[in-house]
């Protein structure tokens, strides 16, 4: 299923559950620690892009309703097509722009430069807001626009809002620098050290290597290690505590990141329900990606990740539930069907809580 995995379990913001098992890989490869660092795919989108731009909404530097052609550069919209100049960012943030759902990057661009150029110049397969693509297009385009409204990278912008106030020092980003890749995350963070905990994703053919501090994605590859659909390493821990400032109003511990409306939007579906569900960030309820099980209140939002993440909320019952493996290592994909055993467990024992611990006296 997956050589190895870290499983966290918060209730009300405490953790009431946390396991690391397996190996990095086979069976000499260092086993499990719960500090271990994954390779989390597109669990980049909620925990980067939408958080980043939540906080932009805060600070009114962009609204919603802002098309993408506002954010683009005269040449920039003479590549793109007119309809896609006219998607609103609601519409990307929730995959109902009319982009398809991914085109491949690796061996077409050369670079960082060009990879946006080619997705820039994807037309439209369907009428924005008429059908529901989950795309790894439009997190790219919105790590753009992010990073054009705040003149800085994607990396520096999340670190600066993000990790950095939360003190999270395990999250962030391999930027490819120097023909290796350095680490981009909080300040006091030591690459060095972090390396070391980082398991190993998966063999990567085009590559020729087994991929290790550095991302499994191959168009995140090509934008340089750092992009709005994929990219992002974390711990269980830190992405709890992602997580957990989402579920609790946008601040943890005392520090506010998002503001109590802005962190409604994350909650809460933006779209009509004959489309899907989909929040500012995260899958709900009717949509067929959200991970959350059978037990799981029709409050509950998830996302998951290509290598073998996920993360599961769910405010009703005051619960959040991370997981991080590098399945992508494995055959098959039976650790989809263990997600949703792995939710149904974690929401029987928390609503059965209060019953075990009275008849403890």
Not at 208 to 235: I, K, M, P, Q, Y
Request: some cysteine; aromatic content about 6%; hydrophobic content about 40%.
């Amino acid at each position: 299923m997956f050589p190895g995995a870290v499983c966290l379990v918060l209730h009300r913001g405490r953790p009431v559950f946390q396991e690391a098992v397996g190996r990095h890989g086979g069976p000499d490869s260092p086993a499990v620690e719960p500090d271990a660092i994954y390779d989390l795919a597109s669990l980049t989108k909620p925990l980067v892009t939408a958080m980043c731009l939540l906080a932009s909404l805060d600070r009114g530097e962009v609204c919603l309703s802002d098309t993408l052609d506002a954010s683009l550069s005269d040449e920039e919209r003479r590549i793109a097509s007119p309809a896609l100049r006219r998607v609103p960012l609601e519409a990307l943030l929730t995959h109902t722009s009319g982009l398809p759902a991914w085109i491949p990057l690796a061996g077409q661009a050369q670079d960082a430069s060009g990879a946006r150029t080619q997705v820039l110049a994807t037309p439209l397969q369907n009428p924005t807001r008429g059908v529901y693509t989950y795309s790894d297009l439009g997190y790219i385009l919105l790590g753009l626009v992010l990073e054009r409204c705040q003149a800085c990278s994607l990396d520096a912008l999340f670190r600066a809002r993000v990790t950095e106030p939360l003190g999270l020092a395990s999250t962030g980003f391999w930027r490819s620098a120097d023909g290796g890749h350095q680490w981009s995350g909080a300040a006091h963070a030591q690459a060095v050290d972090l390396r070391r905990l980082v398991a190993p994703t998966a063999f990567c053919p085009r590559r020729g290597r087994l991929l290790t501090a550095e991302v499994h994605d191959s168009n995140a590859d090509v934008l340089g290690g750092v992009a709005g659909h994929a990219g992002l390493f974390s711990t269980a821990r830190e992405v709890g505590a992602l997580a957990e400032l989402v579920r609790q109003g946008g601040s943890l511990g005392g520090v506010r990141v998002l503001s109590p409306a802005a962190s409604a939007l994350a909650r809460a579906s933006r779209l009509d329900p004959s489309l899907g569900g989909h929040t500012a960030g995260w899958f709900c309820r009717p949509n067929g990606y959200h991970v959350g099980g059978d037990l799981a209140s029709p409050a509950s939002f998830s996302h998951s990740g290509f290598t073998g993440t996920s993360v599961l909320v769910d405010p009703e019952r005051e619960l959040t539930v991370v997981l991080l493996t590098n399945a992508v290592q494995c055959e098959g994909k039976r650790h989809l069907r263990f997600r949703r055993v792995l939710h149904n467990a974690a929401v029987a024992a928390v609503t059965d809580l209060p019953w075990r611990l009275a008849s403890r006296g």
